[in-house]
């Protein structure tokens, strides 16, 4: 039998057991599920980080890989807990936006709020939903339990999408949808959103070059990045640092 | 045949590669281990945030679990290598204390010291049991050796307890067992230490109300937490930036 | 079917999904592949550090185990993306050095140049060759492809080797190839560097002794390390922080 793979995608950190102790529960569920660490230390409380980590991840893994995503600000409040079957994927978390940019992309086919007695845990608390409702959910999942029985059919209330950048002829006003551990800057700007990869830019007084890759940068250039959009790149150094940038940020591009 | 699951608590950190190596010392024995990290980066040598974080965890996982504890500032010294059997788990660590609290509250069966010369790896070094002597007793454990073959019988030496709060009319003394990634305060106060969660208490002249969730938290609050203990926490803030306080700390909490 | 290890040492960080989508990568292709973190957050793009944590730690595991190693400044550039099959491993990564201490050591098999289009993801974009390149070849080598099957054969451009300590009857002067989360340093020092362990030592105007362990040390000490070198420590405390040295740096040893 094909193992199934569990993908969490946390802000927990691994300074604590809450990753660990969801990965108990799986496994005292469904031993032969196959678990790993998509991201386990994501932005605190960051639907906007979150949504777009899982959106530029889920399409490499493996068709039925359940990805179970824990940021969850509103954990305890009426925010649904959810899991969502797409055309080649399951996505369970919770309500907020985090799941919806990728659960659209590849295709919603059902959506179920997790309510079963027999799914969430007993003495749940209120206060780590991650532990006692979602890990069980995808652990039922992982061996084989149709969707509609882990609750009751719902709609989604949080349909986060990606803000779209304002652009005219001489300047683009953009958003950071993502930081990473280098001080990488990823902007919500597509292939399709700079016609003319010769021109300069300028942003806070800093020009910006567009290159090919990281090496060929140098000072501060943007790169067409490994998940589809355009990234502020420092060659060997922290553009976020530089610009002070950081996710959420809208920022004005100046074309010149 | 059942794979027997291995859960890593370490304060070793994931920048470098001793949490690895245990993992590869342990599939050299037995590759059919199923190894996963309950924390792999707890607080640097601090006995009781490893005591309580294994505490907290332990009863969620598949019976017959082997947790492999390496937070062992006292290596090189004559503190006791062990392995103890319990009613449901398996522990494997120093004898520190940092075993003690899950250990006894799920009865103590046996205790081995970790000696044998055919379990303990050649060339140990003195400076790094995690990988000479634990992870090789885990793997031989999680093959079906009988703790009886990794040693000798001995008692425990470091037995832990976690301190309880001191509780008048008026106040209340209590120790913070362990300070979370987002600031959340673990206290040692159970469910039965609070008769009356409607009063308002006062911790270093903040005022602090009890709610059922951080949701619910304006401000400063306790919740009871997922680990059956009070937490102070702020709503999508940090209660101990806030309240200057950290693990092992004594704070004296006014009841008004 | 005895399962293959692929151990990932990666800058990536935890915070990111970069690690995470190479797993899915690899599990798209072998659902069988045994994956684990050897090192998750290395130090960012510094290929002495890399080197030096894949070399401690290599020998450690199962015969056949994959290294797929993924610290690559280089990214983008004409650098080669390797397979070495030694002796008793394999090792996946860029020609950068990274990989060539642990390799040369097991002994060099033979050598590839990974550049088959049925190994490389059709829409490599140039910035993220471990989920492009590096990640699909170490799955296919865990399928049991042999390493020819993956690109031509070809040579090792950077065989960088860790340098020696220069010794004199009064002075050593040694390199730091890591410094570990708690702060120890890690020198250029193997056993057969230094004749009389009882004598002294000193170093930025601090005294140091040899001590066999970290708990027999008092104030700074040099423990004869895990790894096979001496290191710098101070009894749970940083000896980085103290001396205020990293990794790379050039220091001068006094002996008294």
Redesign the interface.
């Known amino acids: 039998m ?2 199934r ?1 569990i ?1 969490l ?1 946390t802000d ?10 969801m ?3 799986i ?2 569920i469904n ?1 032969n599920a ?12 960051s639907i906007i980080d979150a949504a777009f ?2 959106w ?2 889920y399409k ?3 068709y039925k ?1 359940i990805f179970l995503v824990v940021v969850d ?5 009426t925010r649904q807990p959810l899991v969502i079957k797409t055309k080649n994927y399951f996505f369970v978390g919770p309500d907020n936006g985090v799941l919806y940019p990728a659960a659209y992309e590849d295709g919603i086919e059902s959506v179920v709020k997790i309510t079963s007695e027999k799914v969430i845990l007993k003495n749940r ?4 939903d991650g ?2 409702v979602f890990a069980p959910a995808a652990a039922y999942l992982s061996k084989g339990m149709p969707i509609e029985a882990l609750g009751q059919y719902t709609e989604i209330k949080e349909k986060y999408v990606f803000p779209e950048p304002i652009i005219n002829k001489y300047s683009i006003k953009a958003t950071v949808l993502h930081v ?3 001080g990488d800057v990823v902007l919500n700007l597509r292939k399709e959103h700079i016609n003319d990869t010769s021109k300069k830019f300028i942003i806070k007084d800093k020009n910006v070059q567009i290159k ?5 940068c140098v000072g501060l250039c943007m ?4 998940s589809g959009f355009y ?1 502020l790149v420092l060659n ?1 150094g922290s553009a976020s640092d530089l610009l002070k940038i950081k996710t959420g940020d809208e920022i004005e591009i100046e074309i010149v």
Chains 1, 2, 3 share one sequence.
């Open positions: 094909i193992k793979v993908a995608l927990f950190g691994v300074e604590e057991h809450y990753n660990g102790v990965k108990g529960v496994l005292k031993r196959l678990i790993l660490d998509l991201v386990a230390s994501a932005k605190s409380f980590q899982l530029a991840s490499y893994f493996p890989t600000p509103g954990v305890g409040t608390n209120g206060t780590f532990r006692d990473d551990k280098f090919a890759t990281f090496a060929e790169v067409f990045g490994s990234e060997q």
